[in-house]
């Protein structure tokens, strides 16, 4: 209970320096609640807008970009977060996802991985109900829909399932981050000494992909591959 007063007079207080344009007090009020384990879209939309006008551009990416992890179609966030970019001197292009993985990207978070794993598993319950009909049951009708209930319910847990698993990969297996510190030389090889492919503003998206050493192979929004010393950025 006092946990949860906590959390709400903190949230309170931040949204009322937010609203009066105290952005300093704002920022620290909203990670004070993050750090009570609250998340929720409008937090991360106005701290990461708090920190935009303050000027920490490369901050306020992350906060956003950890919004879109909550909600990737979010409009309120995809639009703060285009501005933002905006402000990096970056050639870094994003590729356009395909259709039909967007499609798919949408239908898997508009739940939980748990709350699509439970559907899947109603579904299962459903389909061994509706095949017990087909087997025990002396009606020709009846034991024709028992037959079709069957497979469209285990048709349906595996749709389930997918999303399921697809949703805990997005939630928590997809290693994302934003760099955050100086300029950093994106390399070929995980050696100081390779050659730099192209240099990193604070504020770049990347995927860690593999980790050799001291030095992370990643995937930036255009696609490119190049390796980097470990820990230049922040998890998203």
Known sequence: MLFAQDTKGLLESANAAYESSSYSDAIQQYKKVIDF????????????????????????????????????????????????????????????????????????????????????????????????????????????????????????????????????????RLKTGIIMKDQIELKSAPEEANEAIMSLLPGTKVQIVDKIGSFEKVRLENGQLGWLPAGQYHII
């Open 37 to 172: 384990d609250y998340q929720s879209l409008a937090v991360y939309n106005n701290l990461g807008s708090a920190l935009y006008k303050s000027g920490d551009i490369p901050s306020a990416i992350l906060y956003f970009e950890k919004g879109l992890k909550m909600d990737p179609f979010d409009k309120s966030i995809l639009h703060n977060l285009s501005i933002a970019k905006e402000q990096l001197d970056s050639d870094i292009v994003q590729i356009p996802e395909f259709i039909v993985f967007r499609v798919w990207k949408y239908l898997f978070t508009r739940a939980g991985s748990n709350t699509w794993y439970f559907i899947g598993f109603i579904s299962i319950f459903l389909s061994v109900f509706a095949f017990g009909v087909w087997l025990l049951h002396s009606e020709r009708l009846t034991k024709k829909k028992g037959f079709l209930g069957g497979i469209a319910f285990f048709v349906l847990s595996i749709l389930f399932f997918f999303l399921s698993s697809s949703q805990a990969k997005f939630q928590y």
